[in-house]
């Protein structure tokens, strides 16, 4: 007779993992699918709008696209959101190193695109809107409040203008 095999330290077979476990798994993977929904959303919509969206090579950057708008490259963050909270769309808008969330900076990026799905609905925002911030509430049309981010929702046109700035 062999051996009896030991169990691998620190690992749990799958059919033993705790509920918890396994739904923190189904929401990574959701998370995953949510964001990669949100891409290909956001390169249909900004090819059908004239725009050149490019993926830059690899994993390694803190942007998803550079966009040639004809007079500039932007790099472009697609965040996506469809969470509910208190009435409002809650959207990460970080990202994740070594386990720590860090805030993007103007030195990363230059836009964030955010895709609410739900509403089918974008908001193009300057990074200076975004810089330190973790995460971010937006308004459903028709909410009875004001939308402090209104003027960004659909501005697409921000991606045309020399300093990704004008209004109007």
């Given at each position: 007779m062999g051996k009896?095999?030991?169990a691998s330290r620190g690992r749990i077979p799958a059919s033993e993992e705790s509920s918890a476990q396994k739904t923190a798994l189904q929401m990574g993977i959701a998370r995953h699918k949510q964001g990669e929904l949100g891409e290909l959303a956001f390169l249909c919509k900004a090819t059908s709008l004239g725009f050149a969206p490019s993926l830059p090579y690899g994993q390694m950057h803190r942007y998803d696209f550079v966009v040639d708008s004809g007079r500039?490259?932007?790099?472009v963050?697609?965040?996506t959101g469809r969470t509910v909270v208190d009435g409002l769309y809650h959207v990460c808008i970080h990202r994740s190193r070594n386990w720590r969330v860090h805030?993007?900076?103007e030195a990363e990026i230059d836009f964030v695109a955010v895709y609410i799905i739900p509403e089918e609905t974008w908001y193009i925002l300057p990074v200076r809107e975004v810089a330190e911030r973790q995460a971010m509430?937006?308004?459903p049309r028709g909410h009875p409040r004001r939308d402090p981010y209104a003027h960004y929702r659909e501005a697409w046109h921000l991606l045309r203008q020399p300093d990704g700035l004008v209004f109007g």
């Open positions: 009896a095999k030991r500039n490259l932007w790099r963050q697609v965040k805030a993007y900076t509430l937006f308004r």
